[in-house]
Every structure is written in structure tokens, then in C-alpha cells.
């Protein structure tokens, strides 16, 4: 009998999950509400169940968060993972948590031509590092490291959290109005759902507009519309996504690239201003002629999670 593995990616509010045999991607995959430790094991033992009560040689589970110890604390949630609870009472032994972009980073090398959409630069640098990041709600990064043989190392990172800087006046004036809400303004908190909606607000407001309302739904409309504060608000999302993907591949030094991660966009690309993007993403003074063929990467495959966390069982995958 082969080995299967247990492979979840949890967010907080939904889980998706799949049993895989080693060295196998994750051919269907279920989605269920998990709002705390208690519920996401409630809705896997049920699963499996169902399943016939596979026996399972290991789980891995991904989240948005760092890993202290055998926990994983949801940033945005208020899901928290412990490794040993999560192995007693699912009865696996070996149970292993992954930041849910360091599963994403996993998965760069497993992804075919079809689900990619290259935005400038040139092909990748061979063994040079990658590194992936993506808008949701919040800014997940990792880096991913050739290991010097024949594989990868996928690198946790809390990068998205770092500063967010201004490159010109009026990118400098919103963000003054972000920090009378917060005054560490970072990346993480720009580059999100949530985020855009702060930022349409801090347009408003400079700009002498009534008060936006409506949710994020309604903002990508008034987008579509041709409403003036929401193009700016999609226009400096695209030009601050270009920078810090920039800052990123410097910080890396990843030739091999930059992917975006972000099935949120995916919902409205239309409105992701590809040339902006790019342009912020290679204007870093005098490294860019460095920054001009680093090719950066909109992953156009929504559920990469379970994909990622699939090559910690490849025999020979590699990870």
C-alpha cells in the first residue's frame, strides 16, 4: 500500500485540504469552513472518515503566520495551529507546519508555462535565488534558495511587514494620512483588500471627496466605472507592488525572479497596471541595469498552497 499524506492550507476563516500519495500533486481538493483549531480538526476527521480512514504516514498544514516552536499563530486570524495537538488527535506522527508563502515558494518550480504571465525582464538566471510574495489580506513573502545539487530551500519570511516608502509627492501624502490611523504604515497593510479600501479613503479625503463607503466589491466597480479616487487607488496599488517586488528581488537577490501570488487579483487584473508594475519594479537608481532582466511573475493559478506542500513528500522532488 503507498503512502498518503495529509495536505492543508488554512487561512483562518476556510481550509482546503487533500490526501496525496508521495511524490503525487494534489489531483481534487476540499474547501471548508476553519475558524479555530478545534473546528479544522472537527471538519478533517470527518473527512477523512468519509475517505475510509486512510492511514496517513504524515499531515502538513499552512497558514499565514510565523512558526514559533511547533505553533503557528494566524496573523489575521484567530486560528492557531499546534503541531502536537494537531498529531494526537488526527493520529499522525509526523506533522509539519509551513508559512503559507513558504508553501507557495515551494510550489515555483512545479508550475508549468500556462500558469504564469511574465512581466518583463528575461528568462530566469539558472541557479539563482527566487522569491515569491502576494496581496490578500495581507503581504506574504518567502525566498527560495537553490540548495547547490539538484533541488530548492523555501525560505519562511515576515518581509511583508517591513516599511512602506513613497517614490514620488503624492504617494508621500497618502501615506501621511495612513499613519493617523496607524503610524507604521507597512507594506503588509497597504498591499491588501483592505488596504486598497484605506487608500481610496486617503484619496478622498486629499482630493476634498465625500467619505468612500461600500466594500471591496463595490470599490473594484467604481474602478471599472472610471471613478477617478478608485483608478488612483488600483493605480498606486500597482506602482507600490512593483516597488517592494524591486525591493524584494534586491533584498534576494532573486535573478531567477519574482512571483505574485494573489488569488485576490486574480479577480480583477483588468485593473493591475502591468506597466506601472513594472516600471517602480526597475526603478531603483543605480542598480537598474541589475533589476532590467530579473523577470517577475503574475501566478495566474489561484490554489498553489496544496501544490507547494506536496513536495515535502517527493522522494526525489525538489525540495
Known amino acids: 500500500m503507498s503512502d498518503k499524506f495529509l495536505l492543508v492550507d488554512a487561512d483562518g476563516a476556510y481550509a482546503r485540504f487533500a490526501v496525496v500519495e508521495a511524490g503525487e500533486p494534489p489531483a ?8 479555530s483549531l478545534d473546528e479544522l480538526i472537527e471538519v478533517l476527521t470527518q473527512a477523512l472518515a468519509k475517505m475510509g480512514a486512510p492511514r496517513l504516514h504524515g499531515a502538513a498544514f499552512s497558514a499565514p503566520g510565523p512558526i514559533f516552536g511547533k505553533t503557528l499563530q494566524v496573523t489575521h486570524a484567530n486560528l492557531k495551529l499546534d503541531a502536537e495537538v494537531l498529531s494526537e488527535r488526527l493520529g499522525v506522527a509526523d506533522v509539519r507546519l509551513v508559512n503559507d508563502f513558504t508553501a507557495r515558494a515551494m510550489a515555483m518550480p512545479l508550475l508549468g508555462p500556462e500558469a504564469l504571465e511574465q512581466i518583463g ?8 535565488p ?3 510574495l502576494g496581496p490578500s489580506t495581507g503581504l506574504g513573502v518567502s525566498i527560495l534558495n537553490p540548495d547547490g545539487f539538484v533541488g530548492w530551500v523555501a525560505t519562511a519570511s515576515e518581509g ?10 503624492r504617494e508621500c501624502a497618502v501615506i501621511e494620512h495612513l499613519r493617523l490611523a496607524n503610524p507604521y504604515v507597512s507594506a503588509d497593510r497597504v498591499l491588501s483588500d483592505d488596504g486598497l479600501l484605506e487608500v481610496a ?14 466594500d471591496f466589491a463595490q470599490l473594484v466597480a ?24 524591486g525591493d524584494l528581488a534586491l533584498v534576494a537577490g532573486a535573478r531567477s525572479g ?18 506601472l508594475c513594472r516600471a517602480r519594479f526597475e526603478a531603483k537608481g543605480r542598480m537598474d541595469v541589475y533589476m532590467k532582466d530579473i523577470p517577475l511573475y ?10 507547494g506542500l506536496s513536495a515535502l513528500y517527493a522522494g526525489s522532488g525538489p525540495f
Open 298 to 307: 503574475l501566478v495566474l493559478e489561484a490554489d498553489c498552497g496544496l501544490l
Open 201 to 214: 479613503a486617503a484619496i478622498a479625503h486629499l482630493d476634498g471627496h465625500a467619505p468612500r463607503t461600500g
Open 222 to 245: 467604481a474602478a471599472r466605472d472610471q471613478d477617478p479616487v478608485a483608478r488612483e487607488a488600483f493605480a498606486l496599488f500597482s506602482s507600490w507592488l512593483g516597488a517592494v517586488s
Open 28 to 35: 481534487t481538493a476540499e474547501t471548508a469552513p476553519a475558524q
Open 258 to 275: 519574482v512571483y505574485i501570488f494573489s488569488p485576490m487579483m486574480l479577480g480583477w487584473t483588468d485593473l493591475f497596471d502591468r506597466d
Open 130 to 132: 527566487a522569491a515569491a
Open 160 to 169: 511583508g511587514h517591513a516599511a512602506l516608502a513613497a517614490g514620488t509627492a
Open 121 to 128: 525582464g528575461a528568462p530566469p538566471k539558472g541557479q539563482a
